[in-house]
């Protein structure tokens, strides 16, 4: 494989170093490199500490990502351009991103703060790439996946407004046609002594499954790298999805947006931003910034997560699954692919090629509702959608058909029947969803656990049906507490 | 003397910021590594209370890169690592006492090979009872020390006299410490069986002192460095000497170097977190909210072993009191003991355990009034000269904060947001609006007397430049910066002057850990003192040599100005070389007036006390209690600030790592007493996005610290942790708007959504 660090190309094919398929890229830095301003906070990609930032040729330029270098696999860079802390001076000079960081007094014990240096950095580079919102909003989202125990994170917020604000251009600038030209000049390598497969379409992917039948796949990896990092286990080998163009492709119709399972959660955002906006509101507190930029569709449901936050949205709107197995294809909602903890319908050599989400008509309304003891970066304690089509659009008339999903409450990311059952062809009214209410108890018996206790869980599902009523009317207050 | 002060009190930058901002500021993990490294992992118990019947650590050895592996029979010298009671082994003997208690080590050629031989460990260990309450310790009286109480009048008598009574108790959770950096230790064999020790820790002297105790060497073989921290918190005062004792041990048998860093896991697994309490109370009071007599019992829950307990639940005791006088009190102090692990330092010390117990007090005695939370507030503050006594019988002489109140009632529109709030409150059936403004008195000193000691050692150069070296060490609190300053305005030179240096047990011998927010009262006055040394020998010297009086010697902008001549004060530093002139000097200090009778809990534990008072508006939803904070006003008194930039970033800092303990982060055991809480995933600390978004930061102007403390400041770096506890009253202020004025609503610390929800449905209920 073959990689930029920085200005050095870096070729590990020939050279391995001791780098097997499950390096991460933190471990290289640190352990091979010796790069040691990239920072071990967790190695579980909560904290931001070991934050680095990837550079790609996209589209019109550039497109700069910040990582958690603890959980991606080293094998990911390929054809890829890594930039560490330790690059961002040049000529003995600080990037304006580190001066302003120093100038605010956004350091005080220093070792989170490469992670967010980086990740001002990427904000920086990223922030005329589809991007909306305030200033602040902006640095909070970008900055998530950063925990800093010392400052209280002001300083660093106001660090972050300098940074927006300054236009000056940088070297990574200055250099940005040669590093483009570089790294679209490297080999195209499916294979290589380095046993973490890169295959580029579904055919090369299908042999790769079939010869290596033990070797995970890698679908952005954000949680398969804990089982290396957190549970020590070795995988001798790897199947990167991220470089199979059919998982990559998005396509449009006037009924479903059908993503590649390959697209990243950070892509995904900006189609729920126009067409499922509540969604879109979500991925804002999905993982974290460094989660979205690597985490995938298809690995967010291949890895069957009870408390992933997409599946129970997706079953709410009744998505399907298009699946694909050596030479055949074949269609599942999603509705019916969880079968039991951590277990789909994938079949064996199965993956997920693409995930075709119905878009909203005029007289359906989606509503999602997470739960968690941090607004930012936490995981659910339930997250709740509801799915409703109205006869008319006007909110008090009959429900015609409803769908409601729960992450949190079961083993499986779980529909709710009952309470579907009990407000179907109900006029939408208090009273309805009062009187559903109770079924909440039959539809789910969680369990409790470090983020919540079941009885917490069960009355907090009741109430967010009360919610979903009254975010629906017109007269009900502010409901949501981001807008108090 | 001194001329010029132009480099006290300015907002200067952390020393190491631009290091910080470029990655090469080192930490012992950073660290140029040796040839043939060997790496510890630790192998721990997996149950809560047991009898170690059998290890069985054959398949460890055989395990790829094992090196050696470590028993507590294998420990020459003695293996009680206790720092001030014995009863913490480092490696467990045969019995266990908490879930991740260490109990072998391995040594092994790299890290990630350390870590899968322990998992190959077969241990057979025979079950005991294992206690995993703290109201059931508290009722089986099992305390790791025994109680303690203090008290001042008849506080029976004066609550049965009260026209109205309340008796309410509530359970304050632990906070884990969650520096960024976590615990690491690399120790490195040297000449002369002399170990040297690179660590994160607070207490390198604590540090050398066990090394030496487990080897069964005296303390001058081993020397202990620190530079920095990535962050401590009081998680690095005693509970991080374990891990260097491990890697000098290995280190002096193999003749070697040994790291020993923990991974996130079992940093949390196996080290302590802030004492949960159990707090109860009965208090009497008058109709118009005066508070007449209380009585507390303070419970902590220190788990398995004394570690600092007695010292912390002291604090907490005496800060029960938190900023108001209370005429009849008593106050018990319990030290329970549970099968977990050891519950240590954390910034505040039990103080904010105390001082919360009090908030809610005045609460409650405002809610059953019926007044305004702040008007009672108002009404039972300290009064010097009248109502000044503090249940241990320190007088409060300069009490600040009833004027610091009214300023912050005044700037941040305390009552017209109070108004504003009530009809938000009465719109909106969903989010209910609170708001609370809550005092901070906090006391400064070790209350272990001889702690409060420090020493420095400096050196001028003969090209003028500066050495500095003190018994404090840097956790990114900005101490290196203010101590430097501290030695520059003596010379009245510009900062880059100053080297500053690691913290070394051989520079500085019998230094106290940094805490107790004592970092820049104890070094910076012990380097003052050493700089002053110097000085008053250039003095001497340039007196001599131009025969002039000492006294119209002066020093300003780098130079030194001898009557009508002015000397570069670089040819001064040549100058007095050349004369031999001794240029080193080490500086003293030990905090004067303090004492305490421990036996009859009376004396003057604090030199003085630091204040603050800060106003809280959050937003509760009234459906899953999430909450968010909106608005905080802090007014801080930092008596003369030595670095305005660096106090006001400990006191952001110290309020949002406060509003992270009373909110989102919860310490959980399972029944087996195993933490669930072990890791970024499950245990949330406050993100950017929990900032509030309005953050007002003040200083209390123009009020000098009354005491003689260098440039007279206060100590910052703890005080600021407690303003939190308005977010945690205005949750509460939230929830009684949600719930109406026939019931208290007793909220448990944190109040995380499930806490808020579950206050909201049983204040209710009571109805």
């Known amino acids: 494989m073959q990689f930029l660090l920085q200005d050095e190309l870096i070729d590990l094919s020939h050279n391995d170093q001791g780098i097997t398929a499950d390096t991460t890229v933190l471990d290289y830095l640190r352990l091979s490199r010796r790069l040691t301003g990239t920072k071990e906070g ?169 010869e290596n039948p033990d070797a995970p796949l890698v679908a952005g990896g954000t949680d398969l790298a804990l089982e290396v990092t957190q549970k020590l286990v070795s995988y001798p080998s790897m199947i990167s999805l991220s470089r199979v163009a059919e998982l990559r492709t998005i396509e449009e119709s006037d009924h479903f947006v059908a993503f590649g399972a390959a697209v990243q959660l950070e892509t995904l955002q900006v189609y729920a931003e126009s067409h499922w906006p509540d969604l879109a509101a979500l991925l804002d507190r999905f993982g974290s910034r460094q989660v979205r930029f690597s985490g995938t569709l298809g690995g967010n449901l291949g890895t069957a997560s009870p408390i992933g936050d997409l599946p129970p949205v997706l079953m709410a709107l009744n998505t399907d699954l298009i699946l694909h197995g050596s030479g055949r294809q074949r269609q599942v909602s999603i509705n019916d692919f969880f079968t039991g903890y951590r277990k789909t319908r994938l079949e064996t050599g199965e993956i997920i090629q693409a995930i075709r989400i119905p878009k909203l008509k005029s007289n359906q309304q989606l509503y999602i509702h997470k739960i968690s003891k941090r607004r930012d970066d936490d995981i659910s304690a339930i997250c709740m959608a509801m799915w409703v089509e109205f006869s008319g659009t006007q909110p008090d008339t009959k ?25 179907t062809a109900e006029t939408w009214s208090m009273r309805a969803v009062e009187k559903a209410k109770t079924a909440v108890r039959k539809d789910y018996q969680p369990i409790s656990d470090a983020r919540a206790s079941a009885e917490y869980r069960l009355n907090v599902a009741e109430n967010l049906l009360i919610r979903c009523y009254l975010q629906s009317v017109p007269d009900s207050g502010i409901v949501d507490i981001d807008h108090a | 003397m ?26 012992v993990d950073d660290l140029p590594q040796l040839e043939n490294l060997l790496h510890i992992a630790i192998g721990a118990s997996p149950v809560a209370h047991g009898r170690i019947r059998c290890i069985d650590l054959s398949e460890v050895s055989r395990s790829e890169g094992v090196v050696d592996i470590m028993l507590a029979e294998d420990i020459p010298g003695n293996a009680d690592i206790g720092p001030v009671f014995a009863g913490d082994p480092l490696l467990a003997g045969d019995t266990v006492e908490f879930v991740g208690q260490p109990v072998f080590a391995v040594l092994a050629t790299s890290l990630q090979k350390a870590r899968q031989a322990v998992t190959k460990a077969q241990l057979d260990i025979e079950p005991l009872q294992a206690m995993l309450d703290l109201e059931t310790a508290i009722e089986a009286k099992h305390f790791v020390r025994p109680p303690h109480r203090m008290s001042r009048g008849d506080a029976e008598s004066a609550i049965a006299d009260a026209d109205l009574k309340i008796d309410n108790s509530f359970h304050v959770g632990g906070q884990e410490h969650f520096y960024l950096e976590g615990q690491v230790s690399l120790a ?88 949960a309490f159990f707090n109860r109370y009965c208090a009497g009071f008058s109709p118009q909210g005066q508070l007449q007599g209380i009585r507390y019992e303070l419970a902590a829950d ?90 241990y019988y320190q ?186 002139v001794p240029l080193s000097a080490t500086g003293y200090y030990a905090t004067p007036k303090i004492h305490y009778d421990r036996s009859r ?30 608005r905080v006003d802090i007014l801080h008194d930092v008596g003369n600030s030595v670095n305005r930039a660096i106090d006001i970033g400990q006191i952001e800092g110290g309020f949002v790592q406060g509003m992270g303990w009373l909110t989102s982060e919860e310490v959980l055991w399972d029944a087996s007493g195993r933490l669930i809480t072990d890791g970024p995933a499950t245990y949330k600390i406050p993100a950017i996005g929990d900032t509030p978004e309005i953050f007002n930061v003040s200083l209390l102007e123009n009020i000098p610290n009354a005491e003689e403390t260098i440039h007279r400041s206060k100590a910052v770096g703890e ?41 909201i449905n049983r204040t209710r209920r009571s109805e």
């Open chain 2, 601 to 630: 809990a009376r004396g003057h534990p604090f030199l003085y006390y630091a204040y603050g008072c800060a106003v809280s508006e959050v937003a509760i939803d009234t459906l899953t209690g999430e909450s968010r904070c909106l």
């Open chain 2, 302 to 391: 220190c788990g398995y072993s004394a570690d600092l307990s007695d010292a912390i639940v002291d604090r907490a005791m005496f800060h029960s009191d938190n900023a108001y006088f209370l005429p009849h009190v008593q106050i018990d102090g319990l030290r329970c003991k549970s099968n977990t692990v050891s519950h240590t330092a954390f910034r505040g010390f039990g103080g904010p355990q105390g001082m919360i117990a009090m908030e809610t007090v005045m609460d409650e005695i405002a809610f059953h009034a019926a007044m305004d939370p702040l008007d009672v507030r108002k009404k039972n503050l300290y009064q010097p000269g009248r109502h000044d006594l503090t249940p």
């Open chain 2, 395 to 580: 007088r409060v002489e300069h009490f600040p904060l009833a004027d610091m109140i009214e300023q912050l009632e005044v700037q941040s529109d305390y009552r017209q947001r109070r108004q504003n709030i009530d009809r938000f409150n009465n719109q909106n059936p969903t989010i209910k609006k609170g708001i609370a403004l809550t005092p901070v008195k906090f006391g400064i000193s070790f209350t272990v007397s001889h702690l409060n000691q420090a020493g420095a050692l400096v050196h001028l150069y003969s090209d003028g430049s500066i050495h500095l070296n003190h018994g404090g060490t840097e956790m990114g609190q900005g101490l290196m910066i203010k101590v430097a300053q501290i030695v520059a305005s003596v010379f009245s030179v510009d900062l880059e002057r100053i080297q500053i240096s690691s913290t070394s047990t051989d520079k500085v011998p019998n230094t106290s850990p940094t805490a107790a927010s004592s970092g820049t009262d104890l070094n910076g006055m012990a380097a003052f003192n050493a700089a002053v040394e110097i000085r008053s020998r250039l003095v001497a010297h340039l007196s001599e040599t131009y025969s002039v009086s000492p006294d119209i010697i002066t020093f300003a902008n780098n130079r030194i100005k001898v009557d009508t001549e002015s000397i570069a004060f670089d040819d001064a530093a040549r100058s007095a070389w050349l004369a031999r």
């Open chain 1, 399 to 423: 429900i015609n058909a409803v769908r409601i999903a729960c992450g949190g409450m079961a083993e499986v990311p779980k529909r709710a029947r009952h309470i579907e059952e009990a407000l």
């Open chain 2, 2 to 27: 001194l001329e010029s002060k132009s480099v006290i009190g300015d907002g200067l930058v952390h020393d190491s910021a631009a290091a910080h901002v470029s990655g090469s500021a080192r930490y």
């Open chain 2, 188 to 275: 490195i064999a040297e000449d002369d069986e002399r170990i040297k020790v690179y660590a994160s820790t607070q207490n390198p002297t604590e540090t050398q002192v066990l090394v030496a105790r487990v080897l069964d060497v005296p303390m001058h073989r081993i020397e202990v460095i620190t530079r920095r921290m990535g962050g401590g918190f009081g998680g690095k005062e005693t509970q991080s000497t374990a891990w260097s004792c491990l890697a000098a041990l290995f280190a002096h048998k193999h003749h070697c170097a040994v790291s020993c860093r923990l991974s996130r896991a079992d940093d949390m697994r196996m080290t302590g977190k802030r004492h």
């Open chain 2, 719 to 759: 005080p600021p942790l407690m303003l939190a506890i308005s977010v945690w009253c205005a949750i509460r202020d939230a929830i009684v708007s949600a719930t109406g004025r026939a019931h208290f609503p007793q909220l448990n610390a944190p109040a995380t959504p499930e806490e808020v929800l579950s206050c």
């Open chain 1, 42 to 210: 967790c190695a579980s990609g909560d904290c931001g500490a070991c934050t680095a930032v990837v550079s790609e040729v996209g589209e019109d330029g550039l497109r700069y990502s910040a990582i958690n270098s603890c959980i991606t696999f080293l094998g990911e860079l390929h054809g890829k351009q890594l930039i560490t802390v330790e690059h961002l001076r040049s000529n003995n000079t600080l990037h304006p991103v580190q001066a302003a960081m120093v100038r605010h007094h956004g350091s005080q014990c220093g070792f989170c703060t490469p992670g967010f240096v980086m990740s001002l950095f990427a904000m920086k580079k990223a922030s005329d790439q589809s991007e909306c919102g305030n200033q602040r909003q902006k640095i909070l989202k970008s900055l998530s996946g950063n925990l800093c125990r010392c400052t209280g994170y002001q300083p660093i917020i106001e660090a972050g407004k300098e940074v927006l604000e300054d236009t000056t251009a940088d070297q990574f600038d200055s250099s940005a046609d040669d590093t483009r030209k570089r790294l679209a000049a490297l080999p195209a390598a499916t294979r290589s002594g380095h046993p973490f497969f890169r295959p580029r379409s579904l055919q090369q992917l299908d042999q790769l499954i079939d």
